[in-house]
């Protein structure tokens, strides 16, 4: 009798500390649900971008195939003339490719010294105030729209060109060229203020220490160790002038021609594109079909860039304990 009683007594704390056991339980269950459905939407997100790339160059590729069934690829590649919409049609892509890399080596000479120049002042000089009002300020610069660049560049920044060289065309690669370098400065100066911030403050307390000023820390230290950043910021920055569409269109004009000079009007390829994509030119046609053609020559571009940049990152990356 006493030893039922006991054991009663000890069963009922187990009984009642059931129900608080099964609500544990339960709640783990809804976290590990909770956690599966969020994997799985990740997962879904992340299939969808995969997807949609492959789209695109699946679609890049199946296009241009009737393009180069009827067109050589040693013709288009090698090509020196490029006129697919006149009587006498050509179909080499080199102006075109000449008037993209104008641009782009236009605006790397703008972009890339003022993009690493102001890194490094909001990184070793500009005090934190300073810098949380120049660093907003100049990534403004990303914000303003690309056809306001165009217009920018028409009605400023030619207009000053053709008073110091009068035989500037009113559309020219110059003009073009500026604009984009601006544009893509907040870029450079952006991602190469983030690499030079992630060096290790012992570096420059140790150059310190050895008498080495400010300018020698910041450039014989601090910019080395944070090389591989600084170089994926400029290769991402080009990629982007050599994609940049409508503010070229606008201030470069639409003249496909082999030319080093600055001063004339030139044609890139996104600039060719958006000419052709205006709805004149019938769909299915030849004409048509270089859009495709043209858009994947850009593609091939822009990737190889992308992995000359992550090669070059891979290479000179620097890691700090």
Not at 90 to 98: D, Q, S, T, V, Y
Not at 214 to 243: N, Q
Not at 280 to 299: C, D, K, N, Q, R
Request: glycine share 8%.
């Amino acid at each position: 009798m006493n030893d039922g009683a006991a054991l009663g007594a000890d069963s009922a704390p187990a009984l009642a500390a059931a129900p608080g056991r099964t609500l544990t339980l339960k709640s783990n269950a809804r976290r590990r649900m909770s956690e599966s459905s969020i994997g799985a939407v990740l997962l879904l997100c992340g299939l969808v971008s995969i997807l949609t790339t492959v789209g695109i160059v699946v679609v890049l590729i199946t296009e241009s195939i009737g393009f180069f069934r009827e067109v050589g690829l040693v013709e288009f590649v090698t090509g020196t003339r490029w006129a697919p919409l006149f009587r006498d049609q050509a179909f080499g892509i080199l102006p075109l490719l000449n008037g993209t890399l104008l641009i782009a080596a236009g605006s790397s000479l703008v972009a890339l010294p003022v993009g690493l120049l102001s890194a490094i002042y909001l990184s070793e000089y500009a005090t934190p105030r300073v810098r949380q009002i120049v660093k907003p300020v100049l990534e403004v610069l990303a914000g303003i729209p690309t056809v306001v660049y165009g217009y920018f560049a028409l009605t400023f920044v030619t207009p000053i060109l053709r008073v110091f060289f009068p035989g500037t065309g009113i559309f020219n690669a110059a003009s073009g060229a500026i604009v984009v370098g601006i544009m893509i400065i907040p870029m450079v100066s952006s991602l190469s203020e983030d690499a030079l911030s992630a060096v290790p403050r012992a570096l420059r307390e140790a150059a310190y220490g050895l008498g080495a000023t400010k300018f020698e820390v910041a450039t014989r230290v601090v910019v080395p160790a944070a090389l591989s950043g600084i170089v994926a910021s400029f290769i991402l920055a080009i990629s982007r002038a050599v994609g940049e569409t409508m503010a070229v269109t606008l201030a470069a004009g639409a003249t496909p021609r082999m030319t080093l000079s600055f001063l004339e009007s030139i044609q890139t390829m996104t600039a060719y594109i958006v000419q052709v994509s205006l709805g004149e030119t019938p769909h299915g046609t030849l004409e048509y079909s270089t859009i495709f053609a043209v858009g994947l020559s850009l593609f091939v571009i822009t990737l190889s860039m992308n992995l000359i940049s992550q090669r070059v990152t891979r290479r000179f990356r620097e890691e700090y304990e």
